[in-house]
């Protein structure tokens, strides 16, 4: 259980950080286009060479990298193994940012590689979310028990973990 230090931190920590949105987020005119002249091959290449690795393929390399096995990780993580094994079986498989965050938490992962497998999932965490900064805290803080970060999400009054 996180102690009252914890949580006082923890909501100091979130309101010092928060940023506010006042820009427009799409401008009204496009700076990419493509028309009937944009040669589809080079549109291919282009996303073949920049195109990251999938989440799956990112997740696997960092279990790999700390040498857990996949039972670990989804039991340190609380999720069902169905769900693990779905990710396992379906590299295209579209995961929440919920998700996601559990497993880099069962994984035990820095932010760096958090976030990094946060993009891999096609998501990252901001500076002007709730949900976003208490990740970022628990990170910080070493805070590895999802039972703990859900004590800290709840606290702070945002979607638990699961």
Known sequence: MLDQNTLEALQEYVEMHRISMNMPLYESE????????TNIADLEDYIKENQSPSFSETLFAFIDEKGYTDSEVYKRAGLDRRLFSKIRSNPDYKTSKQTVATLA????????????LLDAAGYSLSYNDPFDLVIRFCLQNGTYDVDEVNQALEYMGVKTLW
């Open 105 to 116: 938490i069962g994984l035990r992962l820095d932010e760096t590689k958090t976030e990094e």
């Open 30 to 37: 496009s700076i990419f286009s493509v028309d009937s002249e």
